[in-house]
């Protein structure tokens, strides 16, 4: 097969999450213990960093292997959805897996792949496992897929585990409750493996964690329990922090400058500073210079997209990936406080969300243009205007973002503001992102 049909043949072959969302959730880890063991292991043949939580994994991993590339470490990355090319998922140093590999991955392990029937996810893990391994990698980032108990991603044993926050999204999966959530999220604890928690978000929340670190003696810092960080300005389109101690009332950084604006990275921030500090606490050699310029070219470095992205200028044009109640609030709150004239939305969603708990975060004053994304998850257009309408938010439909957005900048002042999400996949659809 060549590259394309291989694709092909990962698509149509195994049940892909993004594409028919419950069908192809395949919870536990036997299937990707099975393929990695026909692997060799791979996944024990370098250090590792594993990373969870609701919202803010994805960034958090992708600032984590900048600041390691920039400290001079060969770092593999794997993160999941991709927004553009499968190749997105798995990097070394930002640069994506060769085609080549992919081909021959898939050729070479097509016989276990017919006889074990993994998902998408669990055959891209693995593939990554192996990628890495190839590649001699140093150390390698891994970002959950969901939850993490049961997350194909949850065979390694890594040098420190992260968990970013919790709050209520793939509730059919993880639970109803954000401590059922949060438990899910903690199987990631792995024996005696120093745990960070970026956000202390509520005593019942913290007791899970609490508990599940106890039971297998892990250390556990609460980050935001640890540092406070301040926002004191934006600096040449790069948003400037202080980290302060909170113990002793010291910054540990001070004018730390980030290229990922959005928001909610005054929460994720704290998590990447604890997990330095951990991290050079056990040996590795993690300097405030790697640290400061690993932050300041995290999409340069890794090649992250889509968070808190601006498009264009007058109007200006913002996107965001924030797809549950909790990351939509973070960035229309940020997208309010920077927006000028009529506000304009482009909005899309996938079908098996809680589309009703995020219409609600909408002022019903902005101009709407509603979009599907090119997904067999999304939620058809014409519903979605009728849901939107119960909250009074009118506009046109559109099949696309792409047409959307077109509208939007062309019934725009100079100093309209346009914001563009609701869906990864609807970010992902942006055809000049």
């Given at each position: 097969?060549n ?109 276990n ?13 693995a ?67 120093p ?6 978000q ?15 003696n ?86 992250l ?60 004053e ?5 979009c ?30 792409n ?25 992902a ?5």
């Open positions: 097969m590259y394309q049909e291989t694709l092909d043949y990962l698509y149509s072959r195994l049940p892909v999450f993004q594409n028919i969302g419950a069908r192809a959730f395949k919870p536990g880890l036997h299937t990707t213990q099975e393929l990695c063991k026909f692997l060799g292991d791979p996944q024990n043949d370098y250090p590792t960093l594993h990373v969870a939580g609701t919202n803010g994994k994805g960034s958090t991993s992708h600032m984590l292997a900048a600041i390691l590339q920039q400290a001079g470490y060969r770092v593999g990355l794997y993160t999941s959805p991709h927004l553009k090319d499968f190749r997105e998922r798995i990097k070394v140093n930002g640069e994506f897996v060769t085609e080549d590999f992919i081909m021959r991955f898939i050729g070479e392990n097509k016989s792949i017919e006889r074990l029937s993994p998902s998408f996810f669990e055959a891209t893990v593939m990554a496992f192996s990628y890495f391994s190839k590649q001699s990698v140093d150390v390698a980032v891994i970002e959950v897929g969901m939850g993490g108990r049961l997350d194909s991603t949850n065979i390694i044993t890594p040098e420190l585990s992260l968990i970013t926050n919790i709050s209520l999204d793939h509730t059919q999966f993880l639970g109803e409750t954000l401590e059922a959530i949060a438990a899910e999220k903690a199987g990631i604890i792995k024996p005696e493996v745990v960070i928690i970026s956000e202390k509520s005593e019942s929340i913290a007791h899970v964690f609490s508990a599940a670190a106890e039971q297998v892990s250390p556990l810092i609460f980050a935001s329990a640890a540092y406070e960080v301040q926002k004191t300005g934006m600096e040449g389109g790069l948003m400037v922090v202080d980290v302060i101690k909170k113990e002793s009332l010291k910054p540990v950084y001070s004018s730390l400058r980030l290229d990922l604006t959005g928001a909610y990275q005054l929460q994720n921030i704290g998590g990447v500073v604890a997990a330095i500090e951990a991290l050079n606490e056990a040996g590795w050699k993690l300097s405030d210079t790697d640290v400061r310029a690993g932050l300041a070219s995290v999409t340069k470095l890794t090649g997209k889509g968070r808190w992205q601006k498009l264009g200028e007058k109007p200006d044009i913002y996107c965001d990936t924030g797809h549950n109640t909790a990351g939509l609030a973070s960035a229309l709150e940020q997208f309010d406080s920077v927006a000028s004239g009529c506000q304009r939305f482009v909005i899309g969603f996938v079908g098996d969300k809680d589309i009703s708990s995020m219409l609600r975060l909408f002022p019903s902005g101009v709407y243009y509603f599907q994304p090119s997904n067999m998850r999304a939620l058809d257009v014409t519903e979605l205007m009728h849901l939107a309408a119960v909250y009074g938010l009118k506009g046109k439909a559109f099949l696309n973002v047409d959307a957005m077109e509208a939007a900048v062309s019934e725009s002042e100079p100093d309209d503001t346009i914001y563009v999400g609701g869906s990864t996949f609807v970010v659809d942006i055809k000049d992102l």
